[in-house]
């Protein structure tokens, strides 16, 4: 289950890179856009401010998530969808996706068809976390294998990692007119007590302890908290340093492309 409010907590450090993402995208009209993995609707309403004429579809597969964006967004339709499922019922100018794609596997086909599944001149544009290699994300497989709880946490956690960025040069680059790739990573400082664990809490850790019953769920949260503490140590402040690596990807196809 994912949580909006728990996911919003920190929500104007989730905001930047979706508001990085849609500067990157030129159209200044698209009648067609679908907002992939919306969750709580917060990025979606900046879609729709951006473009307010657009007719906007936002698709997730939480209910939860879903709930808090249709009341937020009465302008806009939705959508309960499993993306790597999901097929438009009519060709978008734009794909947009903010943090979702990385929950699913199979990259390889997801990507190009989603290019693929574009109206002529129309632009998919994704940003996904690259934090596979920060202590924030290998922690909680770490710690998932170490205590009484690793057989209920066996096989929980990540499908795979995303792919190198090569590697969707390589799949979409003959598929695309325009293609752009770049990673940033984002200086993030948090407030709070165990800042980064409530981080996770909203996102990555939620699989680990849905998985989990009491006490062993408190049990295992505070000893991936505990692991955490020397690589993302809180300062006399009361601030924590948390780096966060984003890559994203924007890619478009030509305005003479057949439509398939
Ligand atoms: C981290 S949230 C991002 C939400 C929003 N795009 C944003 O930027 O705030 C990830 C969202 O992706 C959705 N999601 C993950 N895997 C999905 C799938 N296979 N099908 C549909 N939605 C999925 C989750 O339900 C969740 O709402």
Redesign the pocket.
């Known amino acids: 289950m ?1 949580d909006p409010a728990q ?1 919003l907590r920190f929500g104007s450090e ?1 905001v930047r890179p ?1 508001l990085d993402l849609l500067a990157r995208i030129p159209l200044a009209a698209p009648g067609h856009v679908i ?1 992939l ?4 609707g ?2 979606t309403a900046m879609l729709k401010k951006r473009w307010p004429e657009a007719d906007i579809l936002a ?4 209910e939860a ?1 879903l709930a808090s964006a249709r009341q937020m967004l009465p302008h806009c339709r939705f959508e309960v ?4 499922h999901f097929v438009p019922a009519r060709r978008p100018d734009i794909i947009y ?4 794609l990385h ?2 596997a199979d990259h390889r086909h997801l990507f190009p068809r989603l290019v693929s599944a574009l109206a002529p001149g129309g632009f998919l544009a994704v940003q996904m976390p690259a934090m596979d290699r920060a202590p924030f994300r290998t922690l909680q497989q770490e710690v998932a294998k170490m205590g009484s709880w690793a057989e209920a946490l066996s096989g929980i956690g990540r499908v795979q990692p995303i792919l190198d960025p090569g590697e969707y040069w390589d799949l979409l680059e003959p598929l695309a007119a325009s293609l752009e790739l770049w990673e940033t990573t984002y200086f993030q400082v948090l407030t709070g007590p165990d800042a980064v664990l409530q981080w996770a809490m909203g ?1 990555s850790l939620r699989p680990y302890l849905a998985a989990l019953d009491e006490p062993l769920r408190s049990a295992f949260r505070e000893a991936y908290a505990a692991s955490l503490r020397p690589h993302y140590p809180e300062r006399a402040d009361g601030r924590t340093f948390f780096p966060f690596h984003r890559f994203f990807l924007v890619a478009s196809v030509g305005i003479e492309r057949s439509r398939g």
């Open positions: 994912w996911y989730r979706a907002d993995g919306c969750g709580a917060n990025v698709v997730d597969g939480s998530m969808a499993d993306i790597a996706s903010n943090a979702a929950w699913l996102t």
